[in-house]
């Protein structure tokens, strides 16, 4: 690819539109299946709880590949790698559709992540390259209409289409989409001047720990909750596996001469602070985008559908505002707009941190366009100052690093938010049961309700334990929300808490041509 300043300013465009089909096609297919999982489990045999692994295993690639795809880049061509990922993710979109047993669905679901956590990494790295310096929150900007609000449409998007049609459609539908961007990478994508390709020989033992420590550490995080946490063998086994993993696989990098992953990248302060800064933003959304539609459908009885719905006010903000966030950020430095987008943020966790048991609708409209606001601001500037002292060399690499941090804290993210909505849940429904049947106003309730339902017909036994059932399903609501609020606020207090982390970022936007300071 030839230097962004010798470029037609027409043909930036079109590089963006290439690199950003394919963005959207791999985050998209992260969130899209999870309505479908359901009618997937019926046609293929499963269990719920076994289908649940095509989600799995699909994320768990993703997180494995996208360290190594600067070494992957530098080896084959950065081109030619990429044309690969694309053909791979499309072949296994095909295979995915057609698939008629778990284990075919899983193996093709693991080469989909692989495609895809290339496509992820590789597409913002020729968007950093392909904007001119003082453009580059134009193009962080438009990087964050596929990686942010895909994940937020796709539930709806997939509830549409198996509805409409039937699940495999939700694979087959990246067919002609990959076909297409296979067809327009190879016309305008070129590997960069400065790309040299490397063909010494590779850190297998490298690469071995960090599929055994990234892999064991993933894999905890998806299963953790469902067995139980550290009250379960298998998840305390995947727990020292991938504390050892990462542990030797760290030593083994620092150490060696050519690793498979340069985490010497770190030791450039704004971009570790920006890739810490990124993993709150990826913990927040994750846990996030996880309640909502569960308190929606366990609350106020919503579909799917409804759900989306709900939730459109925050995608819509996000939609409106990384464009024009992009274009501040030459204007007001990522400290500020950074800040700000915290700060934003946290207030609007923090309204969702007061619901009542009468939640409804307009409750959670302005929260989430706050929070729209603020993840704009906070996306934008971030990724921008992330890579803004990186070396064009070190550029496919730094994005791995920064886009894995983000996608494994978004995992965390989610696992603390179903571990603590439900210990808070438990934790609250004994709270308020014992306060609800302790004092006045409580007992009166009871003898009131109880005759109401003696009155109806009722003996006395059965009016009582009716009464019993409702209260305890009232009590079952007034906890659940307060476990959401609890959650919420925690979410709230960590973007606050994260402030300190701005100081450290840098405005950084001139091309950085040799290999940025790593002090």
Not at 227 to 239: E, G, K, M, Q
Not at 451 to 478: F, Y
Request: hydrophobic share 55%; proline share 4%; aromatic share 10%.
């Amino acid at each position: 690819m030839s230097d962004a300043g010798s470029r037609p300013a027409a043909h930036k465009w079109v590089v963006a539109a290439t690199v950003l089909t394919g963005t959207i096609m791999a985050v998209l297919d992260s969130s899209i299946v999870n309505v479908a999982l359901p009618n997937m489990s019926g046609t293929l045999g499963a269990t719920l709880e076994e289908i649940t692994w095509a989600v799995t295993a699909y994320i768990l690639a993703q997180v494995i590949v996208m360290p190594i795809t600067g070494l992957l880049a530098a080896r084959f061509g950065r081109k030619s790698f990429y044309m690969a990922s694309v053909l791979l993710f499309t072949v296994s979109s095909m295979a995915c559709g057609l698939a008629h047993t778990l284990g075919a669905m899983v193996m093709f679901r693991v080469l989909q992540g692989f495609g895809g956590g290339v496509l992820l990494t590789v597409s913002q790295a020729i968007l950093r390259e392909s904007f001119p310096p003082e453009e580059q929150g134009i193009a962080m900007g438009l990087y964050g209409l596929g990686a942010v609000l895909a994940p937020a449409f796709g539930p709806t998007l997939g509830g549409w289409i198996t509805d409409t049609y039937s699940w495999p459609w939700i694979f087959y539908i990246n067919v002609p989409i990959g076909v297409l961007n296979l067809i327009l990478v190879a016309r305008f994508i070129e590997d960069p001047a400065y790309l040299v390709r490397e063909k010494g020989a590779i850190d297998w033992s490298g690469l071995g720990l960090l599929v055994v420590g990234l892999g064991s550490l993933q894999l905890m995080l998806e299963e953790g909750e469902r067995n139980d946490w550290f009250h379960s063998s298998f998840i305390v086994r995947l727990a020292i596996v991938a504390a050892a993993g990462l542990v030797l696989f760290v030593w083994r990098e620092l150490t060696a001469e050519r690793p498979a992953v340069n985490l010497r990248i770190l030791r450039n302060i704004c971009f570790s602070s920006a890739t810490a800064l990124g993993g709150v933003l990826g913990f927040a959304l994750n846990g996030s985008l996880f309640l909502l539609p569960v308190m929606l459908q366990q609350l106020l009885g919503f579909n799917a559908m409804q759900s989306g719905m709900t939730m459109m006010p925050r995608s819509l903000a996000m939609a409106v505002l990384m464009p024009i966030g992009g274009r501040f950020y030459n204007r007001l430095g990522p400290r500020v707009l950074v800040g700000s987008g915290l700060l934003v943020s946290s207030a609007g966790f923090y309204m969702m941190s007061r619901l009542t048991t009468s939640v409804g609708y307009w409750d959670l409209f302005w929260p989430q366009v706050w929070q729209g606001v603020g993840f704009s601001l906070i996306f934008v500037a971030l990724s921008t100052a992330a890579l803004s002292t990186i070396s064009k060399p070190s550029m496919t690499a730094a994005t791995g690093l920064y886009n894995v941090v983000r996608q494994v804290m978004g995992s965390v993210g989610v696992a603390v938010a179903a571990t603590t909505l439900s210990s808070s849940a438990a934790r609250y429904h004994a709270l308020v049961s014992e306060r609800a049947g302790v004092g006045i106003v409580g007992t009166q309730w009871i003898e009131r309700m109880t005759a109401l339902m003696a009155s109806q017909g009722a003996d006395l036994m059965t009016a009582r334990a009716r009464t019993l059932r409702v209260l305890n399903g009232l009590i079952g609501r007034q906890a659940a929300v307060l476990a959401y609020n609890h959650v919420f606020g925690m979410i709230a207090v960590l973007f606050v808490l994260s402030v300190p982390l701005v100081l450290m970022l840098r405005h950084g936007v001139r091309e950085v041509e040799a290999e940025a300071p790593l002090d």
